[in-house]
């Protein structure tokens, strides 16, 4: 079975400011690796995903992750973030074999402040 | 437009009540899914459908009672629910392979309040 644990609820940060977003998984197979995002009453949108190759991942609106198989994490990271990306953000994970269904965290809700 | 399109976005019924949720995806994906998001909890996954045959049903009560009568239409009929089962009901769909990630586009939701 798969799990997601994302350690932070809330991540306030200044405008122009860095921030890093944790996620740390659990599998016993090789997974593919997911963030998205949800901005205020809509659905939630791909930001990035990892599935093979180059641990360091580029997604939009300048986010990236990267995979960190021994210590099962994909963290998410912006160098400057913007009052726009004020919203939730979930990690999840499928397995890369058989029934690929995803396993999303409970999610990390990023303010960001003027 | 996200190409999976929600109806109702709000909905407020009572624990007697009968009531569906509609879901349309205009991407020409093969599977479509029904989540349930309640706070401060990770996404439930409710049903999927895979070729408009239903291929997962992780022990939802049968108040909830899922559609699909073609591949770009999911319904979530609702009856009899309790206050509980108020939460944003997320519908998503892919394309799903034999390899290769599985990767879902979701709606923007419907907001349902049970009282």
């Known amino acids: 079975a798969q799990s997601v644990t994302q350690l932070d609820s809330q991540v306030p940060v200044f405008e122009e400011a860095p921030v890093e977003l944790r996620c740390n998984y659990s599998?016993?197979?090789?997974?593919?690796l997911f963030w998205y995002v949800q901005y205020p009453n809509q659905g939630l949108q791909l930001l990035l995903k990892y599935l093979s190759g180059s641990t360091l991942v580029k997604g939009i609106n300048g986010f990236e992750a990267e995979f960190n198989k021994s210590q099962t994490s994909f963290h998410l990271r912006k160098p400057s973030v913007h009052i726009s990306d004020t919203a939730e953000y979930f990690c999840?994970?499928?397995?890369?074999?058989?029934?690929?269904?995803?396993?999303f965290g409970t999610g990390t809700r990023l303010t960001v402040i003027p | 437009e996200t190409g999976v399109t929600q109806t109702p976005r709000h909905l407020v019924m009572g624990m007697t009540n009968k009531k569906s949720l509609k879901c349309e995806q205009h991407l020409g994906h093969n599977a479509m899914y029904w989540y349930k998001q309640s706070a401060k909890k990770p996404l439930e996954l409710m049903f999927v459908y895979s070729l408009e045959e239903r291929v997962e049903n992780n022990s939802v009560p049968s108040r909830f009672s899922p559609e699909c009568p073609n591949s770009s239409h999911l319904f979530l009929h609702l009856h009899t629910l309790q206050p509980e089962d108020s939460a944003l009901y997320l519908c998503a769909s892919s394309q799903t392979r034999e390899s290769g990630a599985n990767v879902l586009t979701f709606g923007a939701g419907s907001r349902l309040t049970v009282l």
């Open positions: 999840a994970v499928s397995p890369s074999t058989g029934a690929n269904n995803l396993f």
């Open positions: 599998s016993s197979v090789s997974v593919y």
